[in-house]
């Protein structure tokens, strides 16, 4: 199995910018699929996801700011991020777990099963 996360890179506050996430090996649309962030410092932090049912699920810090979709022809599942803070700067990774975990579990690194090499996200002030 592997996720691919691309699309990080430098933007000014009050931009957008959109990852997206490759999976090889799996098909996304019968896992849940999660993005996390990892500011330096701090621990890896859940963002929101999608689950194999197509709902999504997210944190208050990013809610009507960043959108999750999926694309099960492309096996490919994206972050759209607006509206960007500094505070949103971070390495931010794909994640995907099994259908079966329960929520609760999403929203944390301990629901999911596997791991992209995360891509950086850079806000400048």
């Known amino acids: 199995v592997q996720l691919q996360a691309s699309g990080g890179g430098l933007v000014q506050a009050g931009g957008s910018l959109r990852l997206s996430c490759a999976a090889s090996?799996?098909?996304?649309?019968?896992?849940?699929m999660g993005w996390f962030r990892q500011a330096p410092g701090k621990e890896r932090e859940f963002v929101g996801g999608?689950?194999?049912?197509?709902?999504?699920y997210g944190t208050d810090s990013v809610k009507g700011r960043f959108t999750i979709s999926r694309d099960n022809a492309k096996n490919t599942v994206d972050l759209q991020m607006n509206s960007q803070r500094p505070e949103d700067t971070a390495v931010y990774y794909c994640a995907a777990g099994d259908k079966r975990h329960i929520l609760s579990t999403l929203l944390g690194p301990g629901g999911y099963d596997y791991w992209g090499q995360g891509t950086l996200v850079t806000v400048s002030s």
């Open positions: 999608i689950r194999w049912s197509g709902n999504t």
């Open positions: 090996g799996i098909t996304i649309r019968t896992y849940n």
